[in-house]
């Protein structure tokens, strides 16, 4: 696993070991990233079940202003943390060891864009979707990936289920607030 391109371009990432870490697949985020190309200069983005931290650091390497990352996980954060220092992307970067529900249930500075990954088939992404919505900006987009077998709700909020990419098993669906095109 490696960041993409931008400031930290094919700097090696790190991940955890075993069946309880899923890392996104490299195709699936060059096609994420490749539709928020031109959405993610200084914005401030949520790395909510960050894991290995990937999807903040990308996002980070490619000119968001600031990331949030958030995993209940001792050893995700200590990943984390080794991934922000050998990218060289600390600058920006914000590591919360906490339950993500409850990180959600804390009053924050809105956020831009919102990753949320969590761990396939627990209700966890059903849980952090509304909670997630009420902490975006209007312009916002929230990114859930999950299995195309996994039921997501039409809203979360003030917004609403928009387009879908499909990559074999994993589907990505962007969530935009019902008032905003996207």
């Known amino acids: 696993m490696r960041i993409i391109t931008g400031a930290a371009r094919g700097r090696r990432l790190i991940t955890l070991e075993g069946e309880a870490v899923r890392p996104t697949p490299e195709r699936v985020k060059e096609g994420l990233f ?6 993610l200069e200084g914005r401030r983005v949520l790395d909510l079940f960050a ?15 600031e ?3 958030v995993d209940s996980s001792k050893a995700s954060i200590e990943v984390v943390q080794k991934n922000i220092v050998s990218t060289g992307l600390s600058q920006g970067a914000r590591v919360h060891h906490m339950d993500s529900l409850l990180f959600l249930q804390r009053k924050q500075k809105p956020f831009d864009i919102a ?5 396939y088939r ?4 059903q849980q952090a979707l509304p909670l997630t919505a009420a902490l975006m900006n209007d312009g916002g987009l929230i990114i859930a990936e999950h299995p195309q077998d996994e039921e997501v709700p039409e809203a979360a909020g003030d917004f609403v289920r928009g387009r879908e990419y499909r990559y074999g098993k994993i589907l990505l669906t962007v969530y935009h607030h019902k008032d905003v095109e996207v």
């Open 34 to 39: 490749s539709m928020l190309q031109f959405r």
């Open 122 to 125: 627990t209700g966890l992404l």
């Open 51 to 65: 894991g290995s931290g990937q999807m903040g650091l990308e996002a980070l390497s490619r000119g968001a202003g």
């Open 115 to 119: 990753f949320l990954d969590p761990p």
């Open 67 to 69: 990331a949030v990352f």
